[in-house]
Structures are given as C-alpha cells and as structure tokens.
C-alpha cells in the first residue's frame, strides 16, 4: 500500500508521520516552540526506512512564518529527491477537523492561532467540515467579537482572555487523515495569513 509522509512545522509543533494508506502507523511530535529546521530533518530520519514514501503532505499555514517556510522546503527537496508528488494542507483545516472528531456533539468553531503583531489569525468552521469567512488576521478583541458563541481552538486563544468556551490545540501530522481529500490537496506554497512586513521595492513601484 502507498505511504505518505506528513510535515507539519506551521505552528510550534514538529510533527511528522508516516501513512500506510489512511492508517497512520508511527510519527513524532513534539511541541518545540522555535528551532524546527534543526529538529526537522532527524525526526524524519528517525522514522522507518528514514521516512521514504510515494507521495508528501505539508502543512502549508497560516501559523509560523518561519516554521511554514522550514517544512514546505524539506518538502519540495524530499518530493525532488525521492521523485514522488508533494501537496499541502492548512492548520486550521486540521485543527478543526480534529476537534469536530474529538467532539461530536460541536457544530462550529473557531480556529485561533498566533499571527505576531499583537494579533491572531482566525478562521471559523462548521460541520461538516466548511470554512464560513475567510482566514483573518485580528486584534484579539475583534477576534473575540467575532467568535458569535464558537469555540476557540488553537494557539491563540490565551489573547482572547476569560469566559469563553476556549481548547488550547496545535496541528498533528498524525491526525491528516481527518481531513477530506479536498482538503489535502492544495499547492505546497505558503499561507502566511495577512501581507508580509517588507516589500520589495520593486512591488512598491
């Protein structure tokens, strides 16, 4: 049966699996914070056969702009080296669809994840899995405004301050499964969630 080796190094986890078809049977995650390129590349080694497999998913954001860029680069090179297809996901896709599994009683949610600059990048989703609104990047008190009773799940929910239904959650390769086929099949190239801060000056003009 085909494998798929899954990255995910968007948000503050380093995480990574290996798929047998849908069944994932072994991965590594760990919640590192900052440093993925340097925890990347031995996690993926440390996995069967060093992780070879006939196709690569990664997370490709919003979350970390470092972290976003660190996985989809080690994807692309791997996909180029093993001579396989490479396809992304995004975080907050998987993050929804792991608490739509984790509760089935939950209707709607909100992802919230870190976004820097005092704000926070939200996306809200219903069940079955469905974006409602675009991805935004959010002064907390906007994002707080415009929960409208959902709950907050993600990275970023400690902004959001007290008295909301809130989970702290982060992506987990091993959880991809969760998400449709639709959903993993976007280009390997990064979700940043809101304009970068430097332009070039050619754009200016």
């Known amino acids: 049966m085909a494998r798929t080796l899954v990255i995910d190094t968007a948000t503050a986890a380093c995480s990574v ?69 490479v396809a992304g996901y995004s975080s907050t896709a998987l993050i929804a669809a792991a608490e739509f599994a984790r509760d089935p009683a939950l209707d709607r949610l909100a992802v919230v994840l870190e976004g820097g ?34 709950r907050a799940v993600g990275s970023g929910i400690r902004w959001l301050g007290d008295g909301i239904d809130a989970r702290e959650a982060l992506p987990r390769a091993a959880e991809v499964m969760l998400l449709p086929s639709g959903f993993r099949a976007l280009p390997p190239s990064p979700i940043y969630g809101r304009p970068p801060d430097a332009v070039p000056q050619a754009a200016r003009a």
């Open 17 to 85: 699996a290996l798929l047998d078809g849908n069944r994932c049977f072994t991965e590594r995650h760990e919640v590192v914070g900052r440093g993925h390129a340097e925890q990347l590349v031995p996690m993926i080694a440390d996995l069967p056969e060093g992780g070879r497999a006939d196709a690569i998913l990664v997370d490709v954001g919003p979350g970390s702009f470092t972290g976003t860029r660190v996985g989809i680069a080690a994807a692309r090179g791997l996909a180029i080296g093993w001579g396989v297809p």
């Open 117 to 150: 600059h005092g704000e926070v990048f939200m996306h809200p989703y219903s069940r079955p899995l469905a974006a409602d609104a675009p991805l935004a990047s959010l002064k907390p008190e906007a994002a707080r405004a415009a929960l409208a009773g959902r």
